[in-house]
């Protein structure tokens, strides 16, 4: 049996930004709040330094930034903790960024209470992938579109389970990984792939998930 990769969804992140940079896209800016090594944008900064903004333990303030550049045709990707990107900056999220649709992207990690947060603010389009594969699609898919967009990232690493070659992302459309018919289990981002192993468990026992 082959090994199963295990990648943080963060290292996802990351990757991403600077692959689409190196492709071209001259819009893409990133912004941190002086946690790059920790959001894995620190490889985006590495390649291109003179499209990254480190606005230091200012949050509020980086959203702010990130509303302007966005006025200018930039698209910003803000990068920080959850509880910095959506708890903090808030107001600043819901006011200059929500409010006005304006085409910011926030890249937030190790979150728990921000999904509460940021569903609250209209048009907000809120992505929390479950594995690499999923996460550099999400990434993909939230620069493509208009409007702000939150995506949360996870610290762990975790398997991918998704095969890259049949996969295609949706905004906005769930997917069904198993078949069942007894019971349904719902997740999203960290916990799919424990709910995968959870219908196996049941898989054992006669009930299918």
Known sequence: MADVKMIATRESYGNTLKALAAEGHDDLVVLDADLAAATKTGVFRKAHPDRHFDCGIAEANMMGVAAGLS??????FVSSFAMFAAGRAFE???NSVAYPHLNV???????????ALMRSLPG????CPADDVEARAAVRAAYEMQGPVYLRFGRLA???????????FEI????QLTEGSDIAIVATGLMVNEARKAAETLAAEGIHA
């Open 71 to 76: 006025t200018m045709g930039y698209v910003p």
């Open 92 to 94: 600043q999220i819901r």
């Open 105 to 115: 992207k926030i890249g937030a990690t190790h979150g728990c209470e921000d999904f």
């Open 124 to 127: 907000m389009t809120i992505i």
């Open 158 to 168: 975790v398997p991918v389970f998704h095969d890259e070659a049949n996969y295609h």
């Open 172 to 175: 906005g459309k769930g997917e």
